[in-house]
Every structure is written in C-alpha cells, then in structure tokens.
C-alpha cells in the first residue's frame, strides 16, 4: 500500500533559466523532474505524518510520499511552497489501554443483531 523505498533522491540542480528542478520518483516511471510548483509539501505538527506529493509528468498518477525533516529541508530550499497541517491537540492525546480485542471485536458484533454474517467473516478471518 505504501511502498518504502527511497522516495526521494535529493538531488536538487539548478537549471540555467534559474527554475530548480526537483527530482523525485514515481513508483511507475522511476525517476522523474519535477518545478516547484509542482510539488504539494504538507508538514504536519506530527512530524510523522509530513508528506509531500505531485502529480507524475509522465503517467499523470497522483504519488505521495513520506517527508522526513531532510526532505522537507530540501524541497524547501529547491522553492517548494510549505503548508502546514495542523492536529488539533485532543488528536495528539494519549489512549491508555490495550488496543481492541478479536474476541472484544466478536463480541460486539454478537451483540448487533442480524449481523451473524459479520460474525461469521470475523470467525473465519481468526481461523484462516
Ligand atoms: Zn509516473
């Protein structure tokens, strides 16, 4: 789903016109050039979550990728426009506790009636 390979190659040439061309690479055409305004670079107050994405020149496919404080730092400094994503602060709060259960999750289903089919996929998913 989220392919981890190297998304970015960091190379940042300065053209002779002065337009920065950003190379990045898509996970269908490999390499491609990119201008600034290409780019979308969200950063997040998660840093976890920073991203940024273009639409691929060659086969038009939307790519997003991660964007570690190094990408974010290069991209910047080829011209990409920064937006920032703000998480409000009850997001970022902490959940004590296990996460759910299967059995927890069985049991809810049981307890919704007409949903034994639910059940039923989730028994099955347990035993495969
Ligand atoms: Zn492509």
């Not at 970015?8 to 002065?18: C, K, M, S, T, W």
């Not at 305004?37 to 790519?63: H, I, K, M, N």
């Not at 570690?68 to 920064?82: R, Y």
């Amino acid at each position: 789903m989220h392919p981890r390979r190297p998304p970015f190659r960091g190379v940042l040439n300065a053209e002779e016109d002065l337009m920065t061309t950003i190379k990045a690479s898509c996970p269908i055409c490999g390499d491609v050039s990119l201008t600034p305004p290409q780019v979308r670079l969200v950063v997040c107050t998660r840093p976890e979550w920073s991203y940024y994405a273009f639409g691929c020149p060659t086969c038009q496919d939307e790519v997003s990728k991660d964007a570690d404080e190094e990408i974010v730092a290069l991209l910047v400094s080829g011209g990409v426009e920064l937006e920032h994503w703000v998480i409000p602060a009850e997001a970022m709060e902490e959940h004590n506790g296990e996460p759910i259960t299967y059995d927890e999750l069985l049991d809810f289903a049981l307890l919704l009636e007409d949903q034994d089919l639910l059940a039923q996929q989730l028994r099955s998913l347990n035993h495969r």
